[in-house]
């Protein structure tokens, strides 16, 4: 299992930034792959940035320039630095990390787990 916990969304104004959190306990040794998705009022989720293997990092292009996805190991920790923010960044920011198992025969499991997610609103 794994346990996601986000912090540090809130209200700021268009042209500010935050940097949000999300730290990882449990069986973190398995997770290969985490990212941010946000979901807006009446939109679908949708995958704002990825790191894979800590080392490939994708990004949507609305953020790019804007958003930097780091980790860091020794604390567990996920973060999303977001620059120059827009109104139409507003949204429910939610971490997501995919776990995988491989069994002794070969067979692969994977698991997803999410955070509680942390609204982000942003004032024109």
């Known amino acids: 299992q794994v346990q996601l916990v986000e912090s540090g969304g809130g209200l700021v104004q268009a042209g500010g930034s935050l940097r949000l959190s999300c730290a990882a306990s449990?069986?973190?040794?398995?997770?290969?792959?985490m990212g941010w998705y946000r979901q807006a009022p009446g939109k679908q989720r949708e995958l704002v940035a990825s790191?894979?293997?800590?080392?490939?990092?994708k990004y949507v292009d609305s953020v790019k320039g804007r958003f930097t996805i780091s980790r860091d190991n020794a604390k567990n920790t996920m973060y999303l630095q977001m620059n120059s923010l827009k109104p139409e960044d507003t949204a429910v920011y939610y971490c997501?990390?995919?776990?995988?198992?491989?069994?002794?025969?070969?067979?692969?499991?994977?698991?997803?787990?999410w955070g509680q997610g942390t609204q982000v609103t942003v004032s024109s």
């Open positions: 997501h990390a995919l776990r995988t198992i491989i069994e002794d025969g070969g067979a692969v499991h994977e698991y997803d787990y």
């Open positions: 790191i894979t293997h800590g080392i490939d990092i």
């Open positions: 449990g069986s973190i040794y398995t997770i290969n792959a």
